[in-house]
T-cell receptor, first 116, second 114 residues
Framework: AQSVSQHNHHVILSEAASLELGCNYS??????LFWYVQYPGQHLQLLLKYFSGDPLVKGIKGFEAEFIKSKFSFNLRKPSVQWSDTAEYFC??????????????FGKGTHLIIQP | KAGVTQTPRYLIKTRGQQVTLSCSPI?????VSWYQQTPGQGLQFLFEYFSETQRNKGNFPGRFSGRQFSNSRSEMNVSTLELGDSALYLC?????????????FGQGTRLTVV
């Protein structure tokens, strides 16, 4: 079964610091890759996704992620974080076959706290 | 357009009872997936329905079941509730056809089993 690992469970940064959250997955076939964010009291929202093409994908709110196939990684980055980025971040993967994608396998999440 | 709607938002049930949760997908979305979120296990995939058929299934016991109606609305049922079933149950909808699609999540139903 595929698995998703997020390296950091808790991250504390100051405003304007740069952010990189690691994500590795175990499946060797074709995958769809996602980063979701859950702000306090809100539902999961999609930050960005990778299906194919340019491995550097840009999402909402200044986030980007790079797919490195050889490393089975999909790390999330933001050059300068804001207090409003405080949230739980989830990396998710689904296997893709010609018939469509499987359900999402999520990492355990990273709780990001931005200090003003 | 309206997002994914889950009802009820909160439920308290007693061990041994059964419960039904409801999910209305985004208009035009034909796929509905269900996930369980707990502090210990995180987010885990339960099953996915597309065009009234279960298309994918996670690794959960048979007490967890679901169905999808012709209007794409979905229900999830848990029978013989156990304390460990206490969790946030999330529903996600997507277009779901051939090809890559992204999932949109609802607010969830918080189930507490006492």
């Amino acid at each position: 079964a595929q698995s998703v690992s997020q390296h950091n469970h808790h991250v504390i940064l100051s405003e304007a610091a740069s952010l990189e959250l690691g994500c590795n997955y175990s499946y060797g076939g074709t995958v769809n890759l996602f980063w979701y964010v859950q702000y306090p009291g809100q539902h999961l929202q999609l930050l960005l996704k990778y299906f194919s093409g340019d491995p550097l994908v840009k999402g909402i709110k200044g986030f980007e992620a790079e797919f490195i196939k050889s490393k089975f990684s999909f790390n999330l980055r933001k050059p300068s974080v804001q207090w409003s980025d405080t949230a739980e971040y989830f990396c998710a993967v689904s296997m893709y076959s010609g018939g469509g994608a499987d359900g999402l396998t999520f990492g355990k999440g990273t709780h990001l706290i931005i200090q003003p | 357009k309206a997002g994914v709607t889950q009802t009820p938002r909160y439920l308290i049930k007693t061990r041994g009872q059964q419960v039904t949760l409801s999910c209305s997908p985004i208009s035009g979305h034909r796929s509905v997936s269900w996930y369980q979120q707990t502090p210990g296990q995180g987010l885990q995939f339960l099953f996915e329905y597309f065009s009234e058929t279960q298309r994918n299934k996670g690794n959960f016991p048979g007490r967890f079941s679901g169905r999808q109606f012709s209007n794409s609305r979905s229900e999830m049922n848990v029978s013989t509730l156990e304390l460990g079933d206490s969790a946030l149950y999330l529903c996600a909808s997507s277009l779901g056809g051939q090809g890559h699609t992204e999932a949109f999540f609802g607010q969830g139903t918080r189930l507490t089993v006492v």
